[in-house]
């Protein structure tokens, strides 16, 4: 009877590691093909960006070859996914009202410049956390996968309370 009740819980535990296994493989594809295209989409963005600044492309033209960068929708660390997902927002807003017909100006393109050059410093981080740490197949990269954006929540809501702490504590004393 015990063996029967110990085999059964063993067949439990294996389905359930594989199937946790199996969903954190798909997942890493899915999440790295994601990154990927953002990727693209910004290099030419930048490209097109480049050139209007160089005065090598008229604006109407590049106004046919933006590409604006899909809904992000991945949610992997949610404290770090939230900001990635306000930052890629706030860049096609930037971009849809320069193009939507009003004037160009340098200083709008430098913004946007800069926004494709940090947005792309995040994704490519994002992609560099998949190849070398979550994304090899491995017992410690399974067990990173199930456990950074836990450990990540916790260091981020606790840098947010010292945060506010401190904040309230200054606004008292002024």
Aim: aromatic residues 8%; charged residues 15%; proline residues 3%.
């Amino acid at each position: 009877m015990i063996l029967a009740i110990l085999s059964g819980l063993c067949s439990l535990l294996l389905t359930l590691i594989g199937y946790f296994y199996n969903s954190w493989k798909n997942e890493i594809k899915a999440s790295r093909a994601i990154y990927l295209q953002y990727l693209w989409k910004l290099e030419l963005n930048r490209t097109i960006l480049q050139q209007i600044r160089n005065s090598h492309i008229p604006i109407e033209l590049a106004c046919q070859q933006v590409q604006l960068l899909d809904p992000y929708t991945l949610c992997y660390i949610p404290s770090l996914d939230n900001h990635l997902y306000q930052q890629l927002l706030k860049y096609n807003i930037d971009l849809i009202v320069p193009l939507s017909g009003s004037k160009f100006h340098i200083d709008d393109i430098d913004r946007l410049l800069r926004q494709t050059k940090s947005i792309s410093q995040i994704i490519t981080s994002r992609i560099s956390l998949i190849d070398h740490v979550i994304g090899k197949v491995s017992p410690t990269s399974f067990l990173c996968y199930l456990s950074i954006p836990i450990i990540i929540d916790k260091i981020v809501l606790k840098a947010l309370s010292t945060a506010n702490y401190n904040k309230g504590q200054k606004c008292k004393q002024d």
